[in-house]
């Protein structure tokens, strides 16, 4: 009886299926779970986490999620407009559900720096906005 599994030879067809992208959907108002939703609306909530964790700071998420946006704070003002959109693309380029972020929209109030963008994915786009 064998105790090791069957090896795969190299002239086998390995094919890949997507992943279902089913996840629970926290209501922004109440804070609280609402449903379970896999199209659009959970990408732009993946977007959302994954731009608001700080990369490699949490160790339940591992070293490809995350954002390091937090490294920008308190950068020259050319230095953040020249790297934040390639930031931005890092953090989310893990997802294969988002295929590609467009249309960067800088806004500077005070000290902060406001940041959208147009994410485009396989469910349709949306904009999503961050602070610095």
Do not use: C
């Amino acid at each position: 009886m064998a105790t090791l599994p069957a090896v795969i030879g190299y002239d086998t067809d390995i094919q890949i299926q997507a992943q279902p992208s089913k996840t629970w959907i926290i209501d922004r108002i109440s804070n609280q779970v609402a449903f379970m939703d896999e199209g659009l609306e959970a990408v732009r909530q993946a977007v959302d986490i994954a731009l608001n964790v700080e990369r490699f700071r949490w160790q339940i998420y591992n070293a490809n999620f995350g954002s390091e946006l937090a490294t920008l704070i308190g950068d020259d003002s050319a230095f953040i407009l020249s790297e934040l959109p390639r930031f931005v693309e890092e953090a989310l380029s893990t997802d294969d559900r988002v295929t590609r972020v467009t249309d960067y929209n800088f806004r500077a109030e005070g000290n902060s720096l406001t940041v959208s963008f147009l994410v485009h994915t396989v469910y349709g786009e949306f904009i999503e906005e961050v602070e610095l």
